[in-house]
């Protein structure tokens, strides 16, 4: 198994999976997922040193994505936090491990970009009782919650 950055040859099967994650997520009740403008912002923020894209190898197969950006915090713009954007593993991938190489991954990542602190997201679904206990494990603790309503 292996975690590396995302290349541009990546893009098909990136999008595959991101439209899973996204199928997989309460927000596609409310945005569809757009194969073309995703592409258009994946391939985009592989020139952004501020946006990584990782994903994960098995024996040549692509079975997990995710995506983070570091940002200058709003309240304190000296300070840069890391914010997980999106995380997948395919069903058959998940207790493997490889949730763990694509965690120590992104960390290091936020690290080695000079952030404070990292955000992480749990989507708000049957797992998300176990996310919170596993991110508290790694310690994290709780800061908010999101909410959605369409508005037009």
């Known amino acids: 198994m292996i975690v590396r950055r995302a290349t541009e040859q990546d893009l ?17 009740t409310a945005i569809p997922f757009d194969p073309e403008g995703f592409g258009a912002f994946y391939l ?9 894209l990782w994903l994960t190898e098995q024996d040549g197969k692509i079975i997990g994505i995710a995506g983070a950006v570091v940002y200058p915090m ?12 999106w995380w997948w593993l395919e069903p058959e991938a998940r207790g493997s491990g490889a949730g763990a190489e694509m965690y120590r991954e992104i960390e290091t990542w936020a690290a080695e970009n000079k952030a404070s602190v990292m955000f992480m997201i749990a989507l708000e679904d049957a797992n998300s009782g176990k996310m919170a206990n596993l991110y508290a494990r790694k310690g ?8 959605i309503k369409e508005v037009a």
């Open 12 to 28: 098909p099967e990136y999008v595959r999976l991101a439209r899973r994650f996204h199928a997989a997520s309460p927000v596609s």
């Open 44 to 52: 985009n923020s592989l020139e952004n040193p501020d946006i990584g």
């Open 140 to 147: 994290y603790r709780p800061m908010e919650r999101t909410f």
């Open 74 to 85: 709003y309240f304190s713009p000296t300070h840069r936090v890391a914010q997980e954007l």
